[in-house]
């Protein structure tokens, strides 16, 4: 088992791993962070080294090469002076040669991805297909390695990039496999770019107090959110969603709140975590979250939520593919069909199901989760079709610019991520059945019908759980004009060691951590 | 320019396209109209933009696109 | 100004520290309501006088006999150190533990524990543990016996283990806040009800009957370690009628037992003689004695104890100038109280009310 972020190894590896950072001299700073990381990933087992080993020295090794390419073709260039038609044909040839080298590290990667993540998942598939009188069809159950998911993409966003031309390859094997495997961020994101991370990596950092100082405001923030809040309500969100015959009516609505805060103090509590750690460090890691629940539609939700992971597909997949060969094909069909107004459009549809497809099954090896991610497409094309209407709608009642009709979309919006998100945890086909069932019988009453006892939650749980969402939309709202840690850090020092202090004997004392609580992994550590 | 003012107003007709340059940065143009707007720029303009360059920089203002689109017409 | 932000800075962190270590003595559990045992413990570090015999082992010594009865009617000086299912690797180092303070003539070892080294319920860890004075031996204690599941640092910090008590703080918790209430007489536990003894479950045949090894070992670090102090070492089985105790069992600790010269008392084979009437000695239908089977206990061994060396008749005289006969008074004054207490509950209502389960 690789140790979990909130767990006492953790935090004792983290405060030498600190130690250390700042001693040994600035240049081998770096060096340090790899031999950290390494430590920390081999923790579950050599063989959970293994794999991103394979996938930095294939990257590596095949960016290299581009990039070697890329110098000849230069120097040709320079020194034979062809002319336009040359040059032209030339450089078609110079684009094939290096897109099957990327090709190669692309399928290498996610080949093992996918045959890691998803075979039991196909095979599962197969034996339906085959029948399931033909006999039952083996599972293999590989090693997941922890974070393959996060850092596969994080990689092969990398070797897009150098074949783009965007930078240069990193010519240093073992720089670029603390890119690979920097021990914050591995498991569980933020999807760095090179560009970016390169230089917070291989920078020196003297010791910053302030930022330091940050980092570990932001650490215990993370705490906060993942122990107080996450975990408590984890155990009741469980109960609900894992059955609905028994939680139907109103229960449908509160598992679905539930589970989306649940998931969100828990994924963005890890984030603080990885984020602040890395703070410490003196390394700047992209933030995945923007206060999501401030966004008043669907995409915008999306740019604002996992936004490392958004970003990429967008990036990788939703551009290049909506500007592809083919959805021209499509199109120009479409239009000779004499589809015109589809025409425009089509592209952007075709490339958003494929985003959302992918999108769900990153999510997870399930139909659930394919379901989920193509749900969240469709009603982002929906409402793409109804944006015309709304500028009608705007244009007619221009008091809607309004905060009130604001704090509607919002809730609205809101409320939709949290009803979507109910594919991935009710079974296959019945999402609609439930979500009727609580439009048709959910009364409010029936939160005082026993049921709610059931789900072991105690006065004292409710009353945490209250202080602690209060808590996380007040510094939501602050967020909202500014780093808060920036404002406290302007306040008196009693103020501050106020503040600080009070979070922390929270988080110790109300947390759900050690005896007497199910330590439990963090939701997206397991992609 | 005139062409790509009307394909810009066609996509989206809710923003002042001369003065602002942060169209992407505001999310008035988002990754749907974007990719709209490529395909239309293509298909109007004749001009082909590679998805390497649908980047906020390139977009943010209608200057910007001006350029994008005289450099890539350049290296054809 | 230059001392101002340092000072500044200390105060504050001063009053963190003191706000923290308030608030885990505040969850730390009291042991003062049904069940006291995790009291035991530390309570041996109020002791002012030092003792010539120190009983040893789990709820088979600290129920079963009474120290107050071998200091009345022997003048033995003695105390027990037992804990619910106290393991024999801690019986060691709570033994390592007492040398620190003195060195007893007589060291008695219950030998029921060399039948489970692993602990099973970690509560029974806490109870054993939390009490002890902070030492390598405390260190030792814990590494060697806690579970799977549990963290050494929960121990050096017990708010880590016991935070989750924040909603379930009771009256015990404030009025036990600065100082432990007493609860046991020399580590011995006082119950005054009756149960006698019915049918016990028919104990299962075993595959195996030889001890876990490092039982052994632990058994032989016990005996190295009262040789190299020059105490004598006994070995006693008390007369608890479950779980059970297998003859394969007995032969091994006897043939033990000669093989080192040490002496071994089977209670259980010596109840008749003893005087034990499993039908008003016990508290719990033949598990563990209640005060009147304690007291029978105690009289039996008061003799054989004073016979050995190192165990005198200590009435009329003085410790390092403290005067054990006043010391004791007061040990017999709160035993008589308890008890009597006790048997009147006991009496009116058929039960104890501290102990009743609802």
Known sequence: ?527 | MDELLEILNDINPDADYETNEHLVDDEILTSFELVMLVTQIRDVLDVSIPSEAIIPENFNSVKAMMRLIGRLKEDE | MRWKKPACVLLLAAVGVTVIAGLQRLLMPKYMGQVVEGNFTSEYYEETTPHDVLFLGNCEVYENISPIVLWREFGITSYIRGNAQQLIAQSYYLLEDTLKYETPGVVVFNVSAMQQFDQDNESYNRMTLDGMRWSASKWNAIRTTMMEDEHIIEYVFPILRFHSRFAELEADDLTYFMKSGKVAHNGYYLRADIRPAGDLPVERRRSDYSFDSRSWEYLERIRALCENNGIQLVLMKAPSLYPAWYDQWEIQIEEYASEHNLLYINCLEASDEIGIDFATDTYDAGLHMNVYGAEKMARYFGPILLGLPGVYDRRGTASEGIDLDSVWQEKCDFYDQMKASQEEEFAKLGYIKQFYIQ
């Open chain 1, 1 to 527: 088992m690789i140790m979990s972020l909130v767990s006492y190894e953790f935090l004792a590896f983290f405060a030498a791993a600190a130690i250390l950072y700042y001693v040994v001299p600035k240049r081998f700073q770096w060096i340090m962070l790899l031999a950290v990381s390494f430590l920390f990933y081999a923790g579950g087992g050599a063989v959970y080294l293994l794999y991103p080993m394979i996938t930095a020295v294939s990257t590596w090794f095949l960016a290299l090469r581009i990039g070697r390419v890329d110098s000849a073709a230069q120097t040709y260039i320079q020194e034979q002076k062809p002319d336009k038609e040359q040059k032209k044909a030339y450089q078609a040839q110079i684009r094939k040669q290096k897109k099957r080298l990327m090709t190669t590290g692309i399928l290498l990667n996610f080949g093992i991805l996918v045959v890691l993540k998803y075979t039991d998942f196909l095979l599962g598939n197969l034996h339906v297909l085959l029948g399931p009188e033909e006999g039952a069809v083996p599972q293999i159950s590989w090693v997941l390695p922890l974070g393959i998911s996060y850092y596969t993409f994080q990689t092969m966003g990398y070797l897009i990039d150098v074949f783009r031309g965007r930078y240069r390859p990193e010519k240093n094997l073992f720089r670029f496999m603390l890119f690979v495997t920097y021990f914050p961020q591995m498991v569980s994101g933020p999807i760095s770019r090179f560009d970016q991370l390169r230089k917070e990596l291989f920078e020196e950092h003297p010791f910053d107090g302030t930022q330091f100082t940050f980092g570990l405001w932001r650490v215990l923030w993370g705490f906060f959110k993942k122990l107080v809040i996450a975990d408590r309500i984890a155990p009741a969100v469980a109960t609900i969603t894992a059955a609905p015959d028994v939680y139907d009516g109103i229960y449908v609505l509160v598992g679905m709140l539930g589970y989306t805060l649940q998931l969100y103090a828990d994924f963005s509590g890890c984030m603080d975590i990885v984020i602040g750690v890395s703070q410490c460090f003196g390394i700047r890691l992209p933030e995945n979250f923007q206060r999501p629940f401030g966004a008043k539609n669907l995409s915008e939700f999306w740019r604002r939520w996992h936004m490392t992971l958004t970003g990429w597909f967008r990036e990788y997949i939703f551009f290049p593919v909506s500007t592809s060969r083919f959805c021209r094909a499509v199109s120009r069909l479409a239009g000779r069909l004499g589809m015109k107004k589809v025409t425009k459009k089509l592209p952007v549809y075709i490339a958003n199901l494929i985003v959302w497809f992918v999108t769900g099954i990153w999510h997870g090896a399930a139909w659930g989760f394919i379901l989920w991610g193509l749900a969240n497409g469709i009603v982002m094309m929906v409402s793409q079709e109804l944006t015309e209407l709304y500028r009608a709608f705007h244009r007619r009642f221009p008091q809607t610019d309004g905060s009130v009709y604001g704090a509607f979309q919002k809730v609205r919006t809101g409320l939709l991520f949290s009803g979507l998100l109910m594919f991935q945890y009710y079974p296959f086909g019945t999402v609609f059945a439930m979500l009727g069932n609580l439009l048709a019988t959910g009364r409010l009453s029936q939160l005082f019908d026993g049921r709610f006892a059931e789900l072991g939650l105690t006065a004292a749980d409710f009353i945490v759980l209250a202080i602690g969402l209060l808590l996380m939309l007040l510094i939501s709202i602050l967020q909202e004009t500014g780093s808060v840690r920036q404002k406290l850090a302007a306040r008196p020092l009693v103020v501050r060691f106020a503040a600080v202090f009070l979070l922390f004997v929270t988080v110790l004392v109300a947390g759900c951590y050690g005896h007497g609580y199910n330590a439990s992994q963090f939701i997206y550590n397991q992609f």
